[in-house]
Antibody, heavy 120, light 108 residues
Framework: EVQLVESGGGLVQPGGSLRLSCAAS????????MNWVRQAPGKGLEWVSY????????YYADSVKGRFTISRDNAKNSLYLQMNSLRAEDTAVYYC?????????????WGQGTMVTVSS | AIRMTQSPSSLSASTGDRVTITCRAS??????LAWYQQKPGKAPKLLIY???TLQTGVPSRFSGSGSGTDFTLTISCLQSEDFATYYC??????????FGGGTKVEIK
């Protein structure tokens, strides 16, 4: 079964750090570009970051640039998001999502999400 | 950044109704548009890509149309399991990838 499973969310104080992980299974992880997408409570979807299959190309939303770092380990079939200098507005469910192979930039597989709460 | 505007933001409908949701891009995006369905507490699910291509396994009552700046998602005969929030997303030009604000389809 094709699956993405996020972990690492939790409660963190403003200014703190957190590292999210996404474990992939059921497909050749190294062949796909990956993304992080977040959703604040009661709000819509916001794309956060993109990484190509070989990690050669990386993009960030302006809202997280300079604070978040996306990375991957193809040997471990894992995607990561290192989040530093966290703010209250970063509170959201964070999803990892796979780029569709037939529609690059559309997301055909999503994880179940992990909740990040930034609060004192 | 390309802005995606969905309308309406919510609608009430009955089982069996035909429902249409619109999405407008702030500039032309050819057919680089996807539609997602999200149910409460769940991850989004890809329904349609390339504006009109149904993702594998998605029921044929869902259809998409449009190109350039104006797009529609149509549910031909609303089923109980279709009550959810729907999002459009452009992937023509990024970063950033951008989503519409969502349309919540509720039971009348």
């Amino acid at each position: 079964e094709v699956q993405l499973v996020e972990s690492g969310g939790g409660l963190v104080q403003p200014g703190g750090s957190l590292r999210l992980s996404c474990a992939a299974s059921g497909f050749t992880f190294s062949s796909y570009s990956m993304n992080w997408v977040r959703q604040a409570p009661g709000k819509g979807l916001e794309w956060v970051s993109y990484i190509s299959s070989s990690s050669s190309t990386i993009y960030y939303a302006d809202s997280v640039k300079g604070r978040f770092t996306i990375s991957r380990d193809n040997a471990k079939n894992s995607l990561y998001l290192q989040m530093n200098s966290l703010r209250a507005e970063d509170t959201a469910v964070y999803y990892c999502a796979r780029d569709s192979s037939v529609a690059l930039g559309a997301f055909d597989i999503w994880g179940q999400g992990t909740m990040v709460t930034v609060s004192s | 950044a390309i802005r995606m505007t969905q309308s309406p933001s919510s609608l009430s409908a009955s089982t069996g109704d035909r429902v249409t949701i619109t999405c407008r891009a702030s500039q032309g995006i050819s057919s680089y548009l996807a539609w997602y369905q999200q149910k409460p507490g769940k991850a989004p699910k890809l329904l349609i890509y390339s504006a009109s291509t149904l993702q594998t396994g998605v029921p044929s009552r869902f259809s998409g149309s449009g190109s350039g700046t104006d797009f529609t998602l149509t549910i031909s005969c609303l089923q109980s399991e279709d009550f959810a929030t729907y999002y459009c997303q452009q992937y023509y030009s990024y970063p950033p990838l951008t989503f519409g604000g969502g349309t919540k389809v509720e039971i009348k």
